[in-house]
Nanobody, 126 residues
Framework: QVQLVESGGGLVQAGGSLTLSCAAS????????MGWFRQAPGKELEFVAV????????YYADFVKGRFTIPGVSAKNMLYLQMNNLKPEDTAVYYC???????????????????WGKGTQVTVSS
């Protein structure tokens, strides 16, 4: 089994920055890709960013490109999400997730992920 624990959320003003962390433990060798998803009140869970160790690439949702990055220091037992220029519409619970395989659009769907953290709240005030 794999356990994922997110941290780093909080309250920040618009234009500010936060760095989220996701600590993975257990059978992390089974994880080939890890992603970040978010869910705002009253909205569905949506894809934010993904890091594939197996294929060595990162991919971001259009609405975070140029603002959010997964730093190169991320390793299989630790995933980060650097969020800059935050907007009120970024307010959501952010989840870390892991999947044992897949590529391309498969990685954009939360239902395909095998492991999930409990989430960390990010609130951006205007």
């Amino acid at each position: 089994q794999v356990q994922l624990v997110e941290s780093g959320g909080g309250l920040v003003q618009a234009g500010g920055s936060l760095t989220l962390s996701c600590a993975a433990s257990g059978r992390t060798e089974s994880i080939y890709t890890m992603g970040w998803f978010r869910q705002a009140p009253g909205k569905e869970l949506e894809f934010v960013a993904v890091l594939s160790w197996s294929d060595d690439y990162t991919y971001y949702a259009d609405f975070v490109k140029g603002r959010f990055t997964i730093p190169g220091v991320s390793a299989k037992n630790m995933l980060y999400l650097q969020m800059n220029n935050l907007k009120p519409e970024d307010t959501a619970v952010y989840y870390c997730a892991g999947v044992r395989g897949g590529s391309g659009s498969y990685l954009l769907r939360p239902s395909n992920y095998d492991y999930w953290g409990k989430g960390t709240q990010v609130t951006v005030s205007s």
